[in-house]
């Protein structure tokens, strides 16, 4: 996997990757990560992967990750971990 750039976000770490005739977008938060793969054949170039990442499409990447965060929490209680 090659890395192609850092896309600047204030909430989460976003990278952009290339793989096997696929854009690789990562977003991070914490420990918790989502990953979501667009053929090369669908957008003419990484501009086109960035202008995906609309404010609307990152809200729903923050709220699932505080939905992650909510089941993973909810598990370690059931556990008796926390």
Do not use: C
Request: aromatic fraction near 10%; proline fraction near 6%; glycine fraction near 4%.
């Amino acid at each position: 996997m090659r890395f192609l750039q850092t896309i600047p976000h204030p909430l989460v770490t976003i990278g952009l990757y290339a793989w096997n005739n696929k854009y690789i977008v990562k977003i991070e938060a914490g420990p918790y990560e989502q990953t979501f793969k667009v053929s090369e054949l669908d957008v003419t170039g990484p501009d086109d992967v960035q202008a995906l990442l609309d404010e609307p499409f990152l809200e729903q990447v923050i709220l699932r990750f505080q939905a992650m965060d909510a089941d993973w929490q909810a598990t370690m209680e059931r556990q008796g971990l926390v």
